[in-house]
């Protein structure tokens, strides 16, 4: 939205100036705004995501219910897959995960944001809901989606690595995870992987209004 709308890139901008002017040290860039526009009692499941973001609530009501980044809510495997865009963002949920979350109910005008990478998900009460999502990355982000990243590589080749690499295998792994990044890019541009590829179309005529593809 911040790229299409310029009312949008300037609010963009001032929420991220704000945070930084009152949270000392904290410095964003690539920031990222989304709008989501969604139906009655609708939800997304239970997933986690790459960068820093909050959900800002303009319409309607949402629970939101939030977990912990670490075993068993989030594995150091789930994490990378995700990362390498190897799994879907989608993850294993037990209902009895509901127990440890913190769940917050999201009216107009409030706001939520919660610890990078925590998992979550958010049920719609019954009315349309339109909210707006944040995204950002730090320095520190970028450095964890490095290593993390470069983790989930060399898991896959067999060899096992820490989620709080210091040093000069910090930077080693940045290196590698640049390198990959930079082959995974020319063949996505190539066509050679797809994302959650698109199932359905909007069809007036369908009893859902969607059919398949
Ligand atoms: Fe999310």
New binding site residues.
């Given amino acids: 939205m911040q790229e299409w709308d310029e009312g949008f890139r300037q609010i963009t901008s001032k929420i991220f100036d704000e945070l930084e002017v009152k949270v000392p040290g904290f410095e964003t860039f690539k920031h990222k705004t989304g709008m989501l526009i969604s139906s009655p009692g609708a939800q ?1 499941y239970y ?1 986690a ?1 790459v960068p820093g ?1 909050s959900l800002w609530q303009v319409k309607g009501h949402k629970d939101v219910y939030i977990y912990e980044n670490s075993d068993p809510f989030l594995s150091g495997e789930q994490l990378e897959g995700i990362f390498l865009g190897t799994t879907e963002e989608e993850i294993r949920f037990e209902p009895w995960y509901d127990e440890f979350a913190t769940k917050v109910t999201l009216s107009p005008g409030e706001m939520a944001h919660w610890p990078l990478n925590n998992p ?1 998900r958010v049920e719609n009460h019954d009315e349309v809901n339109i909210s707006v999502t944040t995204e950002h990355f730090t320095k520190e982000i970028r450095d964890f989606y490095a290593i993390v990243y470069a983790n989930g590589l060399l898991r896959a080749a067999g060899i096992s690595g820490s989620r709080h690499s210091l040093g000069a295998m910090k930077y080693a792994k940045m290196a590698l995870a640049a390198a990959h990044k930079m082959i995974y890019k020319k063949m996505v541009r190539s066509g050679a992987t797809a994302k959650s590829p698109r199932s359905f179309k909007l069809d007036m005529a369908a009893p859902d209004f969607m059919s398949d593809l």
Wanted: glycine share 0%; no cysteine; net charge negative.
């Fill in positions: 997304v997933h995501d973001q979550h």
